[in-house]
């Protein structure tokens, strides 16, 4: 798995001129104020960009504007690169998870496939790079990422994962997210991630 290449991607909207580009997809309006999904999923992607610049490892963007791309073009722009670079590229979409829970998980599409053991690397650098984060994981298929027919999973044609960092609905997790030393460990797992499958 040497020599791979990511696709970034910064899951739904960012924020223009205050305004967040996308229904939903944020926090409660605790002590902090709100979380907005998309702003968070691109503090992580931005910060793992400029550690990926020094290093001079190559990547690529599926989602560099501010407007909320929509999936079908974040996938089509994925399958445009695979079709270029064959078994060179994956996926990689960042997101910051509710619902309810706590903690940390990567996912993949169902069965076994080239994506796995690309998961189990992030899970690795996850689990060593987050202080103290809970880690949420199915090892019923023998390792640690969960399934699920999330459409950037399924529909690209190179691998894939989605990782959710952390529950923005949890008064623990959210205090985490606005702590920039959380957002910190999240892009240099991310980065030691890449950098493992690039190296």
Not at 12 to 28: E, F, V
Not at 43 to 62: F, G
């Amino acid at each position: 798995m040497k020599g791979l290449i990511p696709i970034l991607d910064a899951g739904h909207g960012g924020m223009i001129a205050g305004q967040y580009q996308t229904a939903g997809k944020r926090s409660p309006n605790w002590e902090k104020g709100i979380i907005y999904e998309g702003m968070a999923n691109r503090w992580v992607v931005n910060r793992t960009i400029e550690l990926l610049d020094n290093a001079k490892i190559p990547y690529l963007h599926a989602s560099p504007e501010f407007t909320d791309i929509p999936l079908w073009q974040r996938v089509q722009r994925s399958n445009d690169w695979h079709r270029e670079q064959p078994n060179q590229v994956y996926l990689v979409s960042s997101h910051f998870n509710a619902g309810g829970g706590k903690g940390g998980e990567i996912f993949t599409s169902k069965g076994e496939t080239k994506s796995d053991p690309i998961a189990t690397i992030f899970y690795k650098h996850m689990v060593d790079g987050l202080d103290d984060h809970v880690m949420r994981n199915d090892y019923s298929d023998g390792d640690p990422d969960k399934e699920a027919s999330f459409k950037v999973l399924v529909d690209t044609n190179c691998p894939a994962v989605l990782i959710e960092w952390a529950f923005m609905d949890n008064k623990n997790d959210y205090n985490r997210i606005w702590d920039k030393s959380f957002i910190e460990q999240c892009a240099q797992v991310q980065f030691c991630a890449i950098e493992e499958l690039y190296r």
